[in-house]
């Protein structure tokens, strides 16, 4: 079976999708599925040539839409050579161009059997609809789904969800909401780099403010939807004796809205507590997972959160928000503690950690890593995905 990913952009900067091809290729490799990706990304990003599976970068793509005039001529030239097509993402030209694409080819090719699927990965969650500082967005996303996406889902043969909690919330936001087949495929990622003690080295090199001491660890974009900002006002809430720091890492420190995370650690006096190393990649990102007590994301929306399974993959427990869709899987595994997405919800999640006994602790932390295994591990979710990719090709 050969399959074509189609995406904006693999830039590992982005995380979320990209990040998500990495994880399954390998896997689906090994049960037999060729997998190529195109892109609108430019041909010479330096990104482009670090990965083993075979990409096609068409881009550079451009303007608010992100068009790329060279996707719908490639993809007319190459569809021929695959069997299924998964469009992985929404509200972007590319998911437009390859829906496109897809339906002239097989008005043209009607013998060859050539599928196409949607994965939204959260970008159907109603938070993008109601949020107060997205009204503006959500109107032009309205009216974006009644010219454009609706079509891109509902004409094509499937959508597949990382878990039910997904696939019930893209049900919410937009009418038409017809999909052909609504498939639950779970996800999955690789399993960690096994702890070498030059993790922790380098990690400590670029964050020596914890070598000594215990913390949690924040790891993801500093962007308003994260609640980094409520995790900053729930931790400067929290009186717990004990408290450890808090080690928050990811780009968009220098965004207007990374400044005003710096602002509020400013107003609560918290510089010597709460510590922003920057991105951190390699052995830099292990090491900080490896090295924490517990991992945090207070988030005001989530569709699956690859670092609150990458830490469960580390044998830390997460603290989590409500709004990250797979809680209801982790808690009834024992492998964290939730709370609302609030500063208060924040604030009862630090708490409730810190006040936990070394006992309460230590079943937590094995917990956590047979939740990873029972629910997240790549080899499982590759099974699953080659399944809806099978159940398709076949209807």
Known sequence: MKVLRVIGSLDPALGGPGQGIRNTIPALTKLGVHNEVVTLDDPNAGFIAKDPFKIHAVGPASGPWQHGKNLIPWMLDNLQRFDVVVIEGLWSYYSHAASQAVAEFKAKNKSKKLRLLVMPHGMLDPYFQRAPERRLKAIRNWIYWKIIEGKVINRADGVMFTCEEELLLARQPFRPYAPKDELNVGFGIQRPPAFEEVMREEFFQACPQVKDSNFILFLSRIHEKKGVDLLIEGYARSKSPGKPKLVIAGPGLDTAYGKRILALVEKYNLSGSVLFPGMLSGNLKWGAFYSCDAFILPSHQENFGIAVVEALACSKPVLISNQVNIWKEIIAEGGGL??????????????????????????????????????????????????????????
């Open 338 to 395: 939730v709370a609302d997405d609030t500063p208060a919800g924040a604030e009862k999640l630090l708490t409730e950690w810190t006040a936990m006994s070394p006992e309460s602790k230590k079943q937590m932390i094995g917990a956590a890593l047979k939740s990873f295994e029972k629910l997240y591990a790549i080899d499982p979710a590759a099974g699953r995905l080659l399944g809806a990719f099978k159940k398709t090709t076949t209807s």
